[in-house]
């Protein structure tokens, strides 16, 4: 089993307050300001660290690369700069762990690889999860947090909301449990695709959830948008999600979900 190591920074400065934390005070508080209260942006290594029990967490398709399909100038180049700033092969991590002794698939996008953009082979470690998931009646657990597609791979990129959301179906229809939770930000085609396809939906308080721009939106309608647009709030309040969770009750708050919808197990009768 791949046992995944976790990296605590020796000091982490809030980008809201200005204020500088202990790397392993701010652990502790789950990433969130202990001063202002403002939520921090979490690599995806932290956050399976802060999500999942202990070392039950094992990575599935850990070596597969982007590739320059398209001979996009510059892509190769945006690629190792991704890989080496966050130690990892691409947007999303993938992989089977347990959240409160529950067992699951968990998927978690990380913005500071391209800002999480939807590539070929996010699609393809996403469809490959749920896959698995399906073949072995495990539910999934995902956070998202992305710009949409991956330009420089053009329509190829835009073909894994479909391909995704096959997998998707295909799960729910083995009649198994999809929980999403949406970060900041979540937009594009991830919104428009596999993040609002869970059975059940989650955010953090106040993400940055959308599809496009706000501005790009007040231009095409030619209509000023209200205050809180596109954030978590607004969306509960017009029943686009389920609830918005403080990130330090969200552990207890999926392992919850997940023991409720747990497959009965029948008593022998003898």
């Known amino acids: 089993m791949h046992v995944m190591s976790l990296f605590v920074e020796a000091s982490v400065t809030c980008k809201a307050c200005g204020t500088e934390h202990n790397g392993k005070k701010i652990f502790s508080h789950h990433y969130v300001c202990p001063t202002c209260g403002a939520y921090l942006r979490v690599g995806a290594k932290k956050r399976i660290r802060l999500i999942t029990d202990g070392t039950t967490f094992s990575e599935l398709d850990k070596n597969l690369i982007s590739r320059n399909i398209l001979d996009f100038p510059g892509y190769d180049e945006k690629l190792d700069v991704a890989k080496k700033l966050t130690d990892m092969n691409e947007a999303v991590i993938t992989g089977i762990a347990k959240i409160g002794g529950a067992p699951c698939c968990i998927f978690v996008m990380d913005a500071s690889f391209m800002m999480a953009s939807m590539g070929t082979v996010v699609g393809e470690k996403l469809t490959r999860l749920f896959e698995y998931a399906t ?3 495990l539910p999934v657990v995902g956070f998202t947090a992305s710009g949409g597609a991956r330009m420089q ?4 990129s835009l073909m894994q909301m479909a391909k995704v959301s096959g997998a998707v179906k295909r799960h729910s229809d083995a009649g198994l449990l999809y929980i999403t939770v949406l ?9 428009a695709s596999f993040a609002m396809e869970g059975d059940i939906i989650l955010a953090e308080p106040k993400a940055l959830v959308g599809f496009a721009g706000a501005r790009v939106i007040e231009q095409t309608t030619g209509q000023k948008l209200p205050a809180g647009f596109q954030r978590a709030e607004f969306l509960l ?6 609830a918005i969770v403080e990130r330090k009750d969200l552990k207890d708050t999926i392992a919850s979900i997940l023991q409720m919808h747990a497959p009965k197990r029948r008593k022998k009768v003898k």
């Open 237 to 242: 309040d017009h029943g686009f999600i389920d």
């Open 183 to 191: 970060t900041d930000p979540t937009t594009g085609g991830v919104t």
């Open 135 to 137: 073949s072995h009646n």
């Open 153 to 156: 791979e053009g329509i190829l």
